[in-house]
């Protein structure tokens, strides 16, 4: 069992920045690949970012690319998204997960989620 928790989300103008941070417990973290989320109103949830157990590869969707960064940090047991020139397009809850196998981006592979973290962007 894996417990996730987001933090970090916020209103911000458009064009601002914010880092969320996901803090893990229970298994060992550094086993995990660990992913970024997000889900609009209205929408399915949607890959963002991932990043690999040791931190050295990362994938980001099409939305990201440029914009976001993921990193994390194993001797912490946290995850993180910092995300530049946030749009309104972006405004959603984003969750942190933990993969349990399969595909890197597909919400069905991801057997560990927090709670989520609500971000707003206002033009």
């Known amino acids: 069992q894996v417990q996730l928790v987001e933090s970090g989300g916020e209103s911000v103008q458009a064009g601002g920045s914010l880092r969320l941070s996901c803090a893990a417990s229970?298994?060992?973290?550094?086993?995990?690949?660990m992913g970024w989320f997000r889900q609009a109103p209205g929408k399915e949830r949607e890959f963002v970012a991932v990043?690999?157990?040791?931190?050295?590869?990362?994938y980001y969707a099409d939305s990201a690319k440029g914009r976001f960064t993921i990193s994390r940090d194993n001797a912490k047991n946290t995850v993180y998204l910092h995300m530049t020139g946030l749009k309104p397009e972006d405004t959603a809850v984003y969750y942190c997960?933990?993969?349990?196998?399969?595909?890197?981006?597909?919400?069905?592979?991801?057997?560990?989620w927090g709670q989520g973290t609500q971000v707003t962007v206002s033009s």
């Open positions: 997960a933990a993969r349990a196998g399969g595909t890197w981006t597909s919400v069905k592979d991801y057997k560990y």
């Open positions: 229970g298994r060992t973290f550094s086993n995990y690949i």
């Open positions: 990043i690999s157990r040791s931190g050295d590869n990362t």
